[in-house]
C-alpha cells in the first residue's frame, strides 16, 4: 500500500519504518526539516532499539522518504496515519492543536486531489479522548474535502500500543490490533497495512478505539502505583515486598486475570473493606503516604452513591430493590453495598421493597441478624415475598442480583424504570429501550 504517516517522533518514524519493512511505500512527513533529513539521509530522528538499523535498510531500499510537503504526502498514498502530538495543557487537558492543524492541511490536500485518485482513509493514531474524531477531526475533513465522511474518504482511528525501548518489537508482535471503524471499508484499509501480524483484532466503533490507550494507560499506571506503594508498606513492617509479589503474580485466576475488571456495582463483604482499611492503617501507623490504597474505599463508596443519584434522578418514590446479599449465592450481608444502598434509600424517606430469595429474617443468625439490627433494623417491614409483589409496587427498580426468577420477570418497555447496577445479560439489548439506565454503562 501507499501510505503517509504524519508526526516522525517516537509513534510516526518507528510506525514509518515499520510498515516500510513490511513492504509498503511509506512517505513521512513532518514540519521539522531537521527530522526529514535525517530521514532522507537513512538515519533516525529518534533513540530507539533496533530503529536505526531498520530505517537505514527501507530507506536504502527506497520504501521510506520524507518529506514536509503535505500535498505532496497526500497526492502520492492511499491511506494516512496521523501519529501527531496530543500534550496535556497547563489544566490537563488534552492539546488537539496539532491534531487540528495537520487534520485541516489533510483535508485540504484531499480536496485538492479530489476522487481521481480513488477514496483516500485518515487514520488518526494520535492518543485521543473519546469524541474527538466524531466531534472535533471528522467535521474538519468532511469541511475542507467538501464531502462525507465514510463516503468520499475513509476515517478510522487506530491506536498503538507502543513501549519506548522496544517499541519495534512491539510494532511487529502487538498484544492487540484494534481498528475504530467509521465505515468497513475504512477498517478493511486500516487493517490491510497490518496483514500477518499476530495477536487478536479488534474492530470497534471509532469512540471505543479512542478509549481503550485510556484504559490502558490508566491501569499500567494504577499498577505501578498499587505495587510500589505495597512495596513502601511491606519495607516498613519487615517483609520482603518482591516475595509477597512473587506469590501475587502465581495467582492467574484472581489476581492476574479478567476477574473484578467489569464495570458493576459496589463491592462489599466480610474481607476487602476490613482488609483495606487495616493495610491503610498499619500504612499510617508506619508513618507511610499510601495514596492509591487509601482512595479505595472512598472511590467505592463514590460508586454506591451514583445508584443513589440516579434514583434521586428518576424523579419516583416507590422504589424496588433486588438483592440484599453481598455476593450472588450467598446470604452474607456483612458490609454488603445493597444493604448500605437500602439504608440510604430508606434513610432518604423512598418507599421501599426489597426481595432477595437468599435471605429472610427466620434464617437470619448470628452475624448477619447482629448487622442488620444494627443497620437496617426495619429489614422486616422492607422485605417482600417474591419477585412479582416488588414490580407491582415499584415506579423504579434497582437490579442487583442474578436470580434467574428476578431475570426472567423483569419487563420491558419503561414501567417500572430499571436501575441496572449488574449489567444484566441483555443489557445491550435493553439500552435501546426506553425505561432503562446502566449505572456505569
Not at 102 to 128: K, P
Not at 280 to 289: C, F, G, L, M, T
Not at 374 to 400: I, K, M, Y
Amino acid at each position: 500500500m501507499r501510505v503517509s504517516v504524519f508526526g516522525l517522533g517516537y509513534v510516526g518514524c518507528v510506525s514509518a519504518a515499520c510498515l516500510a519493512g513490511k513492504g509498503h511505500e511509506v512517505i513521512g512527513v513532518d514540519v521539522n526539516q531537521v527530522k526529514v533529513d535525517l530521514v532522507n539521509d537513512g538515519k533516525a530522528p529518534v533513540v530507539e532499539e533496533r530503529i536505526g538499523e531498520l530505517i537505514a535498510e527501507v530507506v536504502d531500499s527506497g520504501a521510506l522518504r520524507a518529506t514536509r510537503d503535505v500535498r505532496e504526502a497526500i497526492m502520492n498514498s492511499d491511506i494516512s496515519l496521523i501519529c501527531v502530538g496530543t500534550p496535556s495543557e497547563p489544566n490537563g487537558s488534552l492539546c488537539t492543536t496539532y491534531l487540528e492543524r495537520v487534520t485541516e492541511e489533510i483535508g485540504a490536500a484531499l480536496a485538492e486531489r479530489g476522487g481521481s485518485g480513488g477514496r483516500h482513509t485518515v487514520v488518526f493514531r494520535s492518543t485521543m479522548l473519546p469524541g474527538t474524531c466524531a466531534n472535533l477531526l471528522t467535521p474538519i475533513l468532511e469541511k475542507y474535502v467538501g464531502g462525507t465522511a465514510g463516503v468520499d474518504f475513509g476515517v478510522a482511528v487506530n491506536p498503538e500500543f507502543l513501549r519506548e525501548g522496544t517499541s519495534v518489537r512491539d510494532f511487529f508482535d502487538p498484544p492487540k490490533t484494534v481498528v475504530g471503524e467509521l465505515d468497513p471499508a475504512s477498517g478493511d484499509a486500516v487493517l490491510a497495512l497490518y496483514e500477518g501480524l499476530p495477536g487478536e483484532v479488534f474492530r470497534v466503533p471509532v469512540s471505543t478505539a479512542e478509549a481503550i490507550k485510556y484504559a490502558d494507560n490508566a491501569f499500567h499506571g494504577l499498577k505501578i502505583g498499587f505495587a510500589n506503594e505495597l512495596g513502601a508498606v511491606y519495607r516498613a513492617l519487615g517483609v520482603d515486598s518482591h516475595q509477597v509479589m512473587d506469590v501475587f503474580l502465581a495467582d492467574r485466576k484472581l489476581n492476574i486475570s479478567p476477574a473484578y475488571l467489569r464495570p458493576g456495582f459496589a463491592f462489599g463483604g466480610s474481607c476487602l473493606p476490613k482488609d483495606l482499611r487495616s493495610l491503610v492503617h498499619a500504612a499510617q501507623r508506619a508513618d507511610v503516604s499510601v495514596p492509591i490504597l487509601s482512595h479505595v474505599l472512598p472511590s467505592n463508596s463514590a460508586h454506591l452513591e451514583r445508584a443513589v443519584e440516579l434514583v434521586e434522578r428518576a424523579g419516583k418514590r416507590r422504589v424496588g430493590l433486588f438483592g440484599l446479599s453481598f455476593k450472588p449465592g450467598t446470604d452474607d450481608l456483612r458490609e454488603s453495598p445493597l444493604v448500605e444502598l437500602a439504608e440510604r434509600l430508606f434513610g432518604k424517606g423512598y418507599d421501599l421493597r426489597i426481595h432477595d430469595a437468599n435471605v429472610s429474617l427466620s434464617r437470619l443468625l448470628g452475624a448477619n441478624r447482629e448487622y442488620v439490627e444494627t443497620r437496617l433494623p426495619h429489614l422486616a417491614q422492607l422485605l417482600a415475598d417474591s419477585v412479582d409483589e416488588v414490580l407491582a409496587h415499584a415506579e423504579v427498580c434497582l437490579v442487583g442480583t442474578r436470580d434467574p426468577d428476578v431475570l426472567s420477570a423483569l419487563p420491558h418497555g419503561g414501567e417500572p424504570l430499571l436501575i441496572d447496577l449488574i449489567h444484566l445479560p441483555d443489557a445491550d439489548t435493553r439500552r435501546t429501550e426506553p425505561g432503562y439506565m446502566g449505572l456505569a454503562w
